[in-house]
């Protein structure tokens, strides 16, 4: 079964501090940058229970932006850039997954070793914040470490972006 989610990020705001939504705009997950800190901070927080569920973190002194997940306090993956002439590529290590699409575009796939679709990423234009969809097509994936991923995609693009 197939878990649409949507992502609205301020366009000008200091801190970033949004909900993730389902079909039915209802919250499933917040999302609270933590201000203060050495290198970027997000966490994913259950939007009904409260409890935090994942962070993202940036990790300092890398030549190309890199970030690592936890969940439950635990290191699941490392995103990094790689570094290319023409279009970003991203590689996920320590979850067995592939990335591959437009990523200047934000139309990108999450796929497992075998080539296993697990989520398609959007960008919906004509919108007045960056509004994203997520589909999650795998079932025994955690869909919170699936927008952890692309969370962390997301703040390595702005790194680079602020360069």
């Known amino acids: 079964m197939d878990m649409k989610l949507y992502m609205k990020q301020k366009v000008w705001s200091i801190k970033q501090?949004?909900?993730i939504f389902d079909v039915e705009e209802s919250p499933v997950y917040h999302v609270s940058e933590?201000?203060?800190?050495?290198?970027?901070?997000?966490?994913?927080i259950d939007a009904?229970?409260?409890d935090t569920l994942c962070e993202v973190?940036?990790?300092?002194?890398?030549?190309?932006p890199t970030l690592e997940v936890f969940?439950?306090?635990?290191?699941?993956?490392t995103i990094r850039k790689k570094i290319t002439f023409f279009k970003p590529s991203y590689e996920v290590s320590g979850l067995n997954w592939s990335i591959k699409g437009d990523f200047w575009g934000?139309?990108?796939?999450?796929?497992?070793?075998?080539?296993?679709?697990?989520a398609d990423i959007r960008k919906k234009f004509l919108s007045w914040s960056d509004?994203?969809?997520?589909?999650?097509?795998?079932d025994d994936i955690d869909p919170v470490q699936v927008?952890?991923?692309?969370?962390?995609?997301?703040?390595?693009m702005d790194m680079d972006d602020s360069k």
Do not use: P
């Open 147 to 156: 927008v952890a991923v692309i969370l962390a995609i997301d703040m390595a």
């Open 17 to 19: 501090d949004f909900d």
């Open 34 to 44: 933590k201000m203060f800190t050495f290198g970027r901070q997000m966490t994913i």
């Open 71 to 77: 969940c439950q306090g635990k290191k699941i993956c």
């Open 131 to 138: 509004t994203f969809e997520f589909n999650i097509v795998y």
């Open 48 to 50: 009904i229970t409260r």
């Open 57 to 64: 973190k940036q990790k300092l002194l890398s030549f190309t």
């Open 106 to 118: 934000h139309d990108y796939t999450i796929n497992e070793s075998d080539g296993t679709m697990i």
